[in-house]
């Protein structure tokens, strides 16, 4: 959640001292040691505290040193940032999360079919065991398919560190962009590095270039474009194979068992390691019983690098996370064509799907070891060890009858998008289920209960579009949902441009909360300033009416009943495209920022009126109708006050912000009478004070045994 | 290869954007000030959206030789944790259900739970059993510490997120690592997060490790200050006739029922008068000689019936919303919750939407009916088109004068309740109700239990009670009644009933009351069956 000045201030440490912070401030640190000019990117789990620690130090750090960043508005416009580096001398980075590769491949090919002669390189948030992500793939076949060298780091900080300053090194010595696989697990590690210097960027904003020369063979034009691709495989690769092995950027670890040795990639490294050190078969330092070659590099390998490792062997185990399994496969050609004779077990006898961790492949590990153990005790030990954990599982996992409830993630207290998806269900009731079609941000939870209004989710920015032979074809009524960063990232074009185009019968209806939320919280061109913190503001409204859409509606989310009435209109409506605008800022935001003014006006003894909620528990029957129509996390429940009713009431926590949704669902809903408003006046004015007195003398004549109120 | 080492691992199971992360650097950067290597992970995915979370550290003495590092992994290995330090119940238990605890892990849990939305959206309760995840943590650990933190840091009035410091006072107490409790204090005072609410927290947390955890008071005691405490919010009068009432009980009744009638014969008073309560108890006393001459029931069915008929014949209409909306506690109650401050004024605004029929049930039944029977009418149906139902939406400030006075008068007219459209049609289904349990008792014992019990399902306000009473008509007539005759004419005991009466209810009380369109399907299928 942002970073501190002092985290911040150690990005000036120089040779010899110690930063301690997470991954994104270790790889920031990294760029200044290489002397990066410019850094972009687009926000995405697991590289967004990257974004976030670039977007914190640009003024008080990068700005200084004359350093670009990039507020790069889709993955496409980040990527196409490299292409300062083809011609011209100059190191700059990017990074986005792993789909967001799909958006930027266009760039990508082009700028790897030039080539570059400044150090490009990519950090792409690889998320295999999809914490974050809707589908599971992997970077690896991108970097094949355009040529480009692709880096995947042990999970050590300092090793981080001094990958990325070998991988823009790799890349000028290559002239290949390169690719920088963050892996979840590796993105949110917290530990000390030890610094070195950092490079003054010999270009930059500070002094720039006064001449542009451009060299006609990189323009990937015919006839030139084939010479890009000879010079893709006779050049840039094998130089990039001569860098790696000069560097030793693939890291060999012997052992005593000389016959056989596993090769891996990456963090599996360390899950490796850590499976072999709970079979007894390596210590907590990396010395295993057999030998290990850890690719770094995952691409190009090095041929000569795996025949010196394979040769006097009889059996390897290759550990590769993730499918295709173009490691495995490389290895097999490469083994093949030496004309080696030995095994080689991979994906055969480890699983071939799913994030590899020390207990996913503990079976497999195992089974490859006792292929290749003689002694009979030796084989005992290890199958009744690499069997252990996957028992435990078992007992642990049927240890009850009842499996322990799921938890799935919820619109935050008071969220501004929670109030349009109740709006639907209430509808649900007269007009029936309609197509929903979902897209990527916060709102991709409407799918989840209490409301599941999701039909789909295609990718980010493309809903609607996705919806447009169905709104034609079905007998039921689209709606989609997007929210205001991905209407900038390319909702504008591929859905809506597309949809006033076809004429596309449906109905949009846009989230505008002001940030993007998703990835904990980043200014998007809504916000009214980008992430350098520059005014700009960005008119959803307006582009809208620039592309021809007639019906545009825009609500406040939390009164409900404009919400239904709206909804009833673009219901009725039948032809075209409706657009209706929820606006309202997210409340994490909004209380993170005025919760200090509030706290303030009130000491300096100014009049504020807050609002919280309430529910009357003994006028709640506990028939949870409530629930079904919110999902607010300061929603809950509570035993009843009466020991005659066996199951719980509402009950709402002080956590509440008061955005009021829960009593209006009542209302519109026609619930129960359970839900009141407190209004809460501190420093009263003198009106407020004399109502209240004269009230409660009222009150106190006719209420029964005294006012207490 | 020695296995024997110092490497000390912890899980942190939580519930995301509450503060876990903060907690886990906390013992991270405790580790680094004992001079060990350390490396904390924090898990991202939807955290910050109140999903479930984990955070996972490692920390080992720093090795003697430089040359040598430590490789840490990134994943907890299940069967292989020291320590999970758990922020939330559910939580704990869903980290054992994957394996990571066991027979040398020890637990430190904070025993509150944060419900989730599958919890709290079935009608009737879906929060998971407390008992459950004491049994699995018990089954899964070396050591099992709990305590109530959330509890704690209201009791201290501190925010939610103090949970977590007091959660590192407690492994500090528990001394299941390596770290002095100096090294902790510094810790937080470094990573600079709330530094002193958290240092109060932790205290609290150690403190209250250390001293552990008392039970509840003696029964006789809290028997009497039952009464007491139902007996004093009656006006004099009443109040002695409610004494009077409970003497009956104490000698008329099993213990176990006590509380129930007491509690029961007071909310009757409040709501209606002693006569109304009489009927209520002639009512009970009439099924307990049913329990007096079945051996070892316990009073079950009484209980049952007990609890449920005092909650039918206080059905909630307009006078007794507007009863509860200013009784004088009401007010005191959202002072406390709200922790209000005397110099602050406050208005309490109260959504309140009646439909027609909670509207009209007030009425005189005589007035009422005739006008209805009309509205069923063809010719009504032409002359009114409307579909939207007739709501009458209000939102008064009820500790305003004339807020409360609207109420106050409605809470006058309480003597024209029994002749009111809502008090017949209410009756009519108590009346069902009772001749029912007195039908199936004569049947089977449990048969009549599960439909005492099943009487819980009818709750709710307008729409949502009209559709509850009207799926409880319906398990009584198509699926109780045809499955027991079938029984009671082809079988010797009332299994089948039993077990499609119990899956009916579950539905009906699951999801949603349209489960009631499922378990009818059920009981049909299994009669022809049977019938085949």
């Known amino acids: ?709 | 290869m020695q296995k024997k080492s110092d490497l000390i691992k912890i899980l942190i199971p939580a519930v995301g954007g509450q503060g876990g992360g903060v907690l886990t650097e906390w013992v991270v950067q405790a580790f680094f000030l004992e001079d060990f290597d350390a490396q904390g992970i924090s898990l991202p995915g939807l955290s910050q959206r109140g999903g479930s979370t984990v955070y996972y550290l490692e920390a080992h003495p720093k090795p003697e030789t430089e040359d040598k590092s430590i490789i840490f992994a990134q994943f907890p290995v299940p069967g292989e944790v020291d320590i999970i330090l758990a922020q939330e119940f559910l939580e704990l238990g869903r980290a054992l259900e994957l394996g990571y605890g066991s027979d040398k892990t020890t637990i430190i849990t904070s025993s509150h739970r944060v419900y989730s939305t599958l919890e709290k959206m079935p009608i009737g309760s879906g929060i998971y059993s407390d008992e459950n995840l004491r049994k699995l943590a018990e089954g899964f650990s070396y050591k099992f510490i709990e305590l109530n933190a959330l509890e704690l840091s209201k009791q201290n009035d501190m925010d939610e997120l103090a949970v977590n410091a007091i959660l590192l006072g407690a492994l500090c107490a528990s001394e299941a690592v390596p770290i002095d409790k100096q090294s902790f204090i510094r810790s937080i005072e470094m990573v600079g997060v709330a530094v002193n609410a958290s240092l109060k927290a932790f205290e609290v947390g150690w403190e209250d490790a250390q001293i552990g955890h008392d039970k509840k008071a003696g029964s006789l005691a809290k028997w009497s200050s039952f009464v007491s405490e139902r007996a004093d919010k009656l006006e004099d009068k009443e109040k002695e006739e409610y004494l009077a009432r409970i003497s009956n009980i104490e000698s008329e009744y099993p213990e176990n029922l006590r509380e129930i009638l007491a509690e029961s014969v007071y909310r009757l008073i409040d709501y209606q008068d002693m006569n109304y309560t009489d009927k209520y108890l002639a009512e009970v006393n009439s099924i307990k000689i049913i329990d007096s001459n079945t051996r070892g029931t316990n009073y079950l069915l009484t209980e049952l019936f007990a609890k449920n008929l005092a909650l039918l014949m206080s059905f909630e209409d307009g006078i007794r919303v507007a009863e509860l909306k200013i009784k004088s506690d009401r007010f005191k109650r959202i002072r406390e919750e709200m922790r209000l401050k005397d110099d602050q004024v406050f208005h309490v605004v109260d959504y309140l939407k009646p439909d027609a029929e909670e509207i009209y049930g007030l009425l005189p039944n005589v007035l009422v009916a005739p006008v209805l029977s009309f509205t069923q009418t063809r010719l009504f149906k032409k002359i009114w088109r409307r579909k939207k139902p007739l709501t009458m939406g209000q939102t008064p400030v009820t500790n305003s004068f004339s807020g409360y006075f609207r109420m106050w008068m409605l809470t006058k007219i309480k003597f024209l309740r029994p002749h009111s459209f809502r008090y017949k049609k209410e009756h009519k289904l108590i009346k069902r109700y009772i001749e029912s349990i007195n039908k199936y008792a004569s049947y089977d014992y449990k048969l009549a239990c599960l439909v005492a019990k099943s009487a819980q399902v009818v709750k709710g306000y307008g729409r949502v009670r009209r559709r509850t009473i009207d799926a409880f008509y319906r398990f009584l007539d198509n699926i109780i009644s045809p499955l027991a005759e079938y029984e009671s004419n082809n079988r010797k005991n009332f299994d089948i009933t039993l077990e499609i009466g119990q899956e009916a209810y579950n539905l009906i009380s699951g999801e949603s009351v349209e489960g009631i369109d499922k378990a009818e399907k059920l009981a049909q299928d299994v009669l022809e069956q049977r019938a085949a």
Not at chain 1, 212 to 229: G, S
């Open chain 1, 1 to 709: 959640m942002g970073y501190s000045k002092e985290l911040l201030d150690q990005l000036n440490f120089g040779k010899g001292e110690t930063l301690y912070g997470d991954t994104p401030l270790v790889i920031l640190k990294a760029f200044l040691q290489s002397g990066v000019s410019y850094l972009g990117g687009y926000p995405g789990s697991p590289t967004a505290s990257l974004i976030d620690a670039i977007s914190d130090s640009y003024e008080t750090v990068l700005k200084p040193k004359g350093i670009y960043f990039d507020c790069s508005g889709n993955e496409a416009s980040a990527a196409s940032l490299l292409s300062a580096s083809i011609s011209y001398p100059i190191r700059g980075s990017v990074n986005w999360k792993i789909v967001g590769t799909n958006v930027a491949s266009d760039a990508l090919s082009h700028i790897a079919s030039s080539g570059v002669t400044g150090g490009a390189m990519i950090i792409v948030g690889e998320d295999y065991g999809c914490d974050s992500t809707c589908v599971a793939e992997r970077a690896l076949p991108f970097a094949l398919k355009s040529t480009m060298a692709v880096i995947d780091p042990r999970g050590d900080l300092d090793h981080v560190a001094k990958m990325v300053e070998a991988g823009f090194e790799l890349s000028e010595y290559s002239n290949m962009p390169v690719m920088f696989l963050l892996s979840t697990r590796v993105a949110h590690i917290m530990n000390k590095i030890k610094c070195n210097d950092n490079q003054e960027a010999q270009i930059s904003m500070l002094n720039r270039l006064n001449d542009l020369p451009t060299n006609a063979d990189t323009i990937p034009l015919p006839p030139v474009t084939f010479e890009h691709e000879k010079h893709k495989y006779n050049e840039r690769i094998p130089a990039a194979q001569k860098f790696i092995l000069d560097n030793k950027l693939n890291e060999f670890f012997d052992g005593e068992e000389k016959s056989i040795g596993i090769i891996t990639h990456g963090m599996i490294y360390n899950s490796l390691l850590r499976c072999l050190y709970n079979l007894g078969e390596a210590n907590l330092y990396g010395e295993a019983r057999l030998p290990i070659l850890n690719l770094n590099v995952t691409y190009p390998l090095v041929a000569e690098e795996i025949i010196l490792f394979l040769r006097d062997k009889k059996a390897v185990l290759i550990v590769e996370e993730g499918m295709p399994n173009l490691i495995e496969e490389q290895i097999r050609s490469i083994v093949q064509r030496a004309k080696l004779s030995l095994d080689i077990f991979g994906k055969d006898i480890l699983p071939m799907a799913g994030e590899y961790t020390p207990d996913h492949i503990a079976k497999g590990v195992g089974s490859f070891l006792l292929k290749n153990t003689l002694s009979n005790y030796e084989k005992a030990r290890i199958k009744e060890k690499s069997e252990y954990t996957e028992k435990h599982k078992e007992k642990a996992s049927t240890y009850l009858k009842q499996p322990i409830a799921k938890r799935n993630p919820v619109f935050c207290t008071g969220c501004p998008e929670r109030p349009i998806f109740t709006a639907i269900k209430i509808l649900e009731e007269d007009y029936g289920r309609s197509y929903y079609a979902s897209d990527i941000g916060c709102y991709s939870m409407s799918g989840l209960p209490p409301f599941d209004l999701s039909n789909s989710i295609t990718g980010m920015g493309i809903g609607l579009a996705s919806a447009a032979a169905l709104s034609r074809m079905a007998n039921k009524r689209v709606i989609s949902f997007m929210g205001d960063g991905t209407f900038w990232h390319s909702g504008l074009t591929t859905s809506i441009a597309n949809a006033v185009y076809n004429n596309q019968s449906a109905i949009l209806i846009i989230l505008e909360n002001f940030w993007t939320s998703m990835t904990g919280h980043h200014e998007n061109p809504a916000s009214g300033q980008n992430m350098r913190q520059e005014g700009v503001g960005m008119d959803i409204e307006k582009a809208l009416k620039g592309t021809g859409v007639k019906w545009i509606k825009a609500v406040d989310p939390y009164d409900l009943t404009e919400s239904l009435d709206v909804l009833r209109q673009a219901y009725e409506e039948d032809e075209g495209l409706k657009v209706i605008i929820s606006r309202g800022e997210c409340q994490l935001e909004k209380t993170r920022r005025e919760r200090g003014q509030i706290k303030e006006k009130i000491k300096v003894g100014k009049r504020v009126k807050q609002q919280k909620l309430g529910v009357d528990p003994e006028v709640c029957t506990g028939d949870h109708s409530c629930m079904r129509y919110n999902g607010c996390p300061s929603l809950t429940l509570k035993d009843s006050p009466t020991i005659l009713r066996e199951d719980p009431v509402a009950h709402i926590e002080h956590s509440c912000v008061g955005c009021g949704l829960c009593g209006e669902i009542a209302h519109a809903a026609v619930l129960c009478p359970s839900f009141y408003k407190v209004e809460i006046i501190d420093n009263p004015s003198i009106f407020d004070r004399l109502g209240a007195k004269i009230n409660r003398s009222l009150l106190h004549m006719i209420s029964k045994n005294g006012w207490m109120g």
